[in-house]
């Protein structure tokens, strides 16, 4: 099976990624990880410290002459501003003189102070900033990767933006680039240029925005996932895995929020012959359904909130003197739905990827492919009759 662990803090030296159970024999670059780190930085709305991370990678092991060997693939991106911050985050011994003691609204900052017995912010903030989003991309990477060597394809677009919602068009696996081609990663021209007023208007008012964001994942076949253990269920999985992203608020599979204000006449997939085979009309399921996934394409949304630290700060409490206080200013992101998405694209990967790989197995990609096959096979025949 599939796992990933990162380390690392927002402005430490670096962040660090440790896959562990990819197949032998998945082709990797070095580029594929700075293309999928650059859309990640991408997104009208950023604040500037995305022109400054240039995210320098290295590969530290894992791969072999542009191949995975089966061993953990453990990948660093070092953080370009260290030198600036290498006295405030130093692993040695003492003091920066620069402890943060008034969090954040919206922020970790206050619950970590408690819990972990800190008057620094900072003890908190470094590893809680999405940040390390930044190492999940990595794993994201390989299991695209995965994926696509049997076929699925899994792409994201921005669905709103504030009040701008985008008129529901639902972009198909080839439209990733036209996707990525919009300032802000929404496939409704018309959307994208209100959704861009917006995050203008939201920066003149000193202010942040928040959005929802679709993850669409083509081309997986029915059965992945289990209805027997409430950890093995897809829709819990994934839900599980968007939640984990900084900011995520709300996640949905499929319509959830619309299908609830339903009759059940209405909310559910009705199941049709469609040129000899068993398939839907519908899909308000999201492609799950007890737990597995049945052969539609799965539709994932993820809300993520306004950005916490605002150009006005918010009240808050200094935990040293006990005073009232203006929170403290990280960042200068305005919106970072279009980011968010990318990120979510990543995690919904590395999901399935996992639940491919607890179902077919292979030590070789090889392997892994030929399972899948023989098992699509095997449901197209079961399907036809």
Not at 89 to 112: C, F, I, N, W, Y
Not at 199 to 212: K, Y
Not at 214 to 234: K, T
């Amino acid at each position: 099976m599939l796992r990933f662990l990162t380390a690392g803090e927002s402005h430490g030296p670096g962040l660090v990624a440790v896959v562990e159970g990819l197949p032998k024999g998945l082709s990797i670059t070095h580029d594929d990880f700075a293309a999928e780190l650059r859309r990640r930085r991408q997104g009208y709305g950023r604040g500037k410290r995305m022109a400054i991370e240039a995210d320098e990678l290295e590969i530290l092991g894992g791969v072999r002459h542009g191949l995975t060997l089966g061993s953990p693939v453990s990948v660093l991106i070092r953080n370009t501003e260290w030198p600036k911050w290498r006295e405030v985050m130093s692993p040695e011994p003492g003091q920066s003189g620069k402890e943060v003691t008034r969090p954040r609204p919206g922020h970790a900052d206050l619950a970590g102070m408690i819990k972990y017995e800190t008057q620094d912010a900072r003890d908190i903030l470094e590893r809680a900033s999405a940040r390390e989003t930044a190492a999940r991309t990595i794993a994201g990477v390989l299991a695209k990767s995965l994926l696509g060597e049997v076929g699925v394809t899994v792409i994201s677009h921005v669905v709103s933006i504030g009040p701008v919602q985008s008129d529901g068009s639902i972009p198909g696996p080839g439209d990733a680039g036209e996707i990525d081609s919009s300032l802000v990663r929404c496939f409704d021209p018309r959307a994208s240029e209100r959704m861009v007023e917006a995050i203008d208007q939201a920066r003149s008012d000193r202010d942040t925005l928040g959005g929802v964001f679709e993850v669409l994942a083509y081309d997986v076949p029915v059965g992945i996932g289990s209805h027997v253990q409430y950890d093995r269920r897809l829709d819990g999985i994934l839900a599980a895995a968007l939640m984990s992203i900084p900011a995520i608020k709300g996640v949905e599979i499929g319509e959830g929020f619309a299908v609830a204000g339903l009759r059940g006449s209405k909310a559910h997939d009705e199941i049709v012959r469609v040129d000899g085979s068993v398939r839907r009309e519908t899909n308000h399921a999201g492609g799950v359904e007890g737990g597995m996934s049945n052969g539609e394409v799965i539709r994932v949304r993820g809300a993520m909130k306004p950005i916490s630290t605002l150009m006005q700060p918010l009240r808050t409490v200094d935990m040293t003197t006990g005073e009232p206080a203006q929170a403290v200013r990280e960042r200068s992101d305005v919106c970072a739905v279009p980011a968010a998405g990318v990120v979510g694209e990543q995690m919904v990967a590395f999901c399935l990827a996992t639940e491919f790989q607890r179902k077919f197995g292979g030590d070789t990609v090889a392997e892994f492919t030929d399972a899948v096959a023989r098992y699509r096979a095997s449901v197209h025949l079961r399907i036809s009759r």
